[in-house]
């Protein structure tokens, strides 16, 4: 028998939860269901979940915090984090803790399962490639897949899933315009219309992460009206 994903809910709203509790075990997930930001982290086990959803206001320890902190133990659990906030500063902020994708509530709970759906496919992405055990080269920084590290002259970075999968397609069609939607269905596995900034906030990570000067990119190029272009 297949083994059950596993999920760690952290969600303080009780009638959102219990919800989203209910979907997600009809959909196959096995649910760790935590009510604040301090049993969230206890209930974390980085060898036992496989996606954790979180919230962004909760009670003793915010939503930005608890990420943040799941992320220094480890780099590749895969986050969705929910939030009532529609600045752009706190998804950005949400991001930038760790999260790999965000919701803004309220949103469709079909668009949030097939948000986890990606989510878990790119964590099993992540597995082939550590076993495959590959590297390539971006710019002057040097990526092993099979740990998500990125080595540049004397620092060193982890790539979180959601960044490691959406670098190895730029690769993959390096020297072509890649067009967002394409991006959205190929990498995010979502067909629905949504905010695109999502793309644009990652695609901004990896100039972070790898572009001599991020405001002036070489490699992760911006194509008005079309898309990306990546240029190694």
């Known amino acids: 028998m297949k083994k059950k994903s596993h999920i760690l809910l952290v969600e303080d709203e009780e009638n959102l939860a219990r919800v989203l509790l209910f979907n997600l075990e009809e959909e196959g997930y096995r649910v760790t269901w935590a009510r604040d930001g301090r049993t969230g982290l206890e209930s974390f086990d980085g060898r036992t979940i496989d996606l954790v959803i979180l919230d962004l206001m909760l009670p003793y320890i915010d939503g930005f915090a608890v990420a943040e902190t799941i992320r220094r133990q480890s780099a590749q659990i895969p986050i969705l984090m929910l939030t009532a906030r529609t600045g752009s500063d706190d998804r950005i902020r949400g991001l930038e803790s760790g999260a790999d ?6 949103f469709h709970l079909k668009e949030l399962l097939l948000r986890v759906n990606g989510m878990l496919k790119r964590k099993s992405w992540y597995r082939q490639s550590e076993t495959l055990k590959v590297t390539l080269k971006v710019g002057k920084c040097r990526v092993d897949f099979s740990d998500l590290t990125i080595r540049c002259d004397k620092r060193t970075l982890r790539l979180t899933h959601q960044e490691a ?50 405001s002036r990119p070489i490699h992760f190029i911006s194509v008005r009206g079309a898309g990306y272009l990546y240029n190694p």
């Open 101 to 106: 994708d965000y919701l803004t509530k309220p």
């Open 165 to 214: 999968e959406l670098l190895h397609y730029f690769v993959e069609h390096k020297g072509r315009i890649i067009s967002r939607r394409e991006l959205l269905e190929n990498v995010w596995h979502l067909h629905a219309q949504i905010d695109t900034r999502t793309v644009d906030n990652f695609v901004a990570r990896l100039r972070k992460y790898f572009e001599p000067q991020p």
